[in-house]
């Protein structure tokens, strides 16, 4: 067990836990009960990454690190979760119609989500042990959708934004 690597695990597990608070804190600012929950549901998923990676640090640890199904099915849910939640709950039209749609808070969520999927790409190319490569890989991907689903949010309401009269 490389005791750097072990500190990487950490640090990752740490940016898991801030981002959980990050999108509890948010939710609670939009007044739209669609978009709370959205942000309340990504705070559950970055806690459960959390509670992943202390597993995977653990495994790490006492030499145990591999990867396995469980992972995969993981990936799966979470993909469901908020592509179901935003089909739905017609995500792309009760943030239209929120009296206060937070473009600053979406923008920050995608910019957190890409900057995780960045950090564990990083962190690939960074270890040698092909557990961690794995396991870095994987949550890449599912920060990467994380990403995807804020960054066209972010998108779509600047868009609209942009085409408002001035003075509303």
Not at 13 to 27: L, P, T, Y
Not at 40 to 67: I, P, R, S
Not at 82 to 107: G, M
Not at 138 to 143: A, D, G, K, R, V
């Amino acid at each position: 067990m490389n005791p750097e690597y072990a500190n990487i695990l950490k640090y990752a597990m740490q940016m898991e836990k801030d981002g959980a608070q990050f999108f509890r804190d948010s939710a609670a600012r939009f007044q739209d009960g669609t978009t709370a929950g959205l942000f309340e549901n990504l705070a559950k998923v970055e806690e459960a990454h959390y509670e992943y990676l202390e597993d995977k640090l653990a495994a790490y640890t006492g030499g145990t690190l591999d990867g396995n199904a469980e992972d995969v099915m993981m990936n799966q849910g979470e993909q469901d979760i908020f592509s179901s939640r935003a089909d739905s709950e017609h995500l792309d039209t009760t943030l239209v119609e929120s009296d206060t749609p937070d473009i600053t808070i979406l923008r920050m969520a995608y910019l957190i989500e890409k900057d995780f999927a960045e950090f564990y790409e990083e962190m690939q190319d960074y270890v040698e042990d092909e557990n961690l490569k794995g396991l870095f890989a994987q949550l890449s991907e599912w920060e990467r959708g994380h990403e995807s689903l804020f960054k066209s949010e972010y998108k779509r309401l600047m868009k609209e934004y942009m085409s408002l009269p001035w003075g509303g």
